[in-house]
């Protein structure tokens, strides 16, 4: 599936334009920060490139 979103995108650039946009936006209303202890918010953002990474691998 993500393979398939990504696709969409003709290319790297546009791709990136895309998730900066939608990162501002999830954090913008993502309440996870104010449920969570600090160090386990900092564990699931520190995921979150890894994540990236093998999306795009």
Known sequence: MPER???KFGDMK???KSAAAHASIHN?????RHFN???IF???RAAAPA???ELLA
Request: with cysteine; aromatic share 10%.
């Open 14 to 16: 546009t791709l990136q």
């Open 37 to 39: 202890r600090r160090d």
């Open 28 to 32: 913008h209303f993502n309440k996870d």
């Open 51 to 53: 994540q990236w990474c």
């Open 5 to 7: 979103t990504m696709a």
């Open 42 to 44: 900092k564990q699931n």
